[in-house]
T-cell receptor, first 112, second 113 residues
């Protein structure tokens, strides 16, 4: 049973560029949440997708957007990258409003 | 507003000794509380959760946590620490109505021989 997978593992981008990160949820899960973990910080909630719609959103600017596909996989898009966007981006999946979230290994984004 | 606090940036303990990693919470309503562990360059691994019921929750790898409503605390404990327990530990929580997790800032646990 595959857990949560994320791609790519690492990514280096330049300021002003756009990036897309991908996440496949654990088998049987239909809800995907995205978190940003800056160096030395706890993860911060970005948004959550369920039934292909954004269900909840954290305190992140509109440069951060997402999408969920019919197979429940999800993408996180960040436009106009800033140096401060450098972080580990974590995807978590759950079933419905299930309390237990399973995290993927993350994508390390470096903006130069 | 809800928040989770981990007052210690680092905890050092000798192998074989008991360990405690502290967490306090401030949430409206009935809290759902979690502990996760993160090894270097890895994602978060679930250790245990408190939803309701028994205040002492048992989790993975011999860890347990005690929910204390009067002190608004959810401390992580283990009777006998192992060197392999050395990692970054996060306390997290949310209240009913949405499972948006709010995390603490993390506590680095170092277990020494």
């Amino acid at each position: 049973d595959a857990g949560v997978t994320q791609s790519p593992t690492h990514l280096i981008k330049t300021r002003g560029q756009q990036v897309t990160l991908r996440c496949s949820p654990k088998s049987g899960h239909d809800t995907v949440s995205w978190y940003q973990q800056a160096l030395g910080q706890g993860p911060q909630f970005i948004f959550q997708y369920y039934e292909e719609e954004e269900r909840q959103r954290g305190n992140f600017p509109d440069r951060f957007s997402g999408h969920q596909f019919p197979n429940y996989s999800s993408e996180l898009n960040v436009n106009a990258l800033l140096l401060g966007d450098s972080a580990l981006y974590l995807c978590a999946s759950s079933f419905g409003r299930g309390v237990e979230q399973y995290f993927g290994p993350g994508t390390r984004l470096t903006v130069t | 507003a809800q928040s989770v606090a981990q007052p210690e940036d680092q905890v050092n303990v000798a192998e074989g000794n008991p360990l405690t990693v502290k967490c306090t919470y401030s949430v409206s309503g009935n809290p759902y509380l979690f502990w996760y562990v993160q090894y270097p360059n890895r994602g978060l691994q679930f250790l245990l959760k408190y939803i309701t019921g028994d205040n002492l929750v048992k989790g993975s790898y011999g860890f347990e946590a005690e929910f204390n409503k009067s002190q608004t605390s959810f401390h992580l404990k283990k009777p006998s620490a192992l060197v392999s327990d050395s990692a970054l530990y996060f306390c997290a929580g949310f209240t009913g109505g949405g499972n948006k997790l709010t995390f603490g800032t993390g506590t680095q646990l170092k277990v020494e021989l």
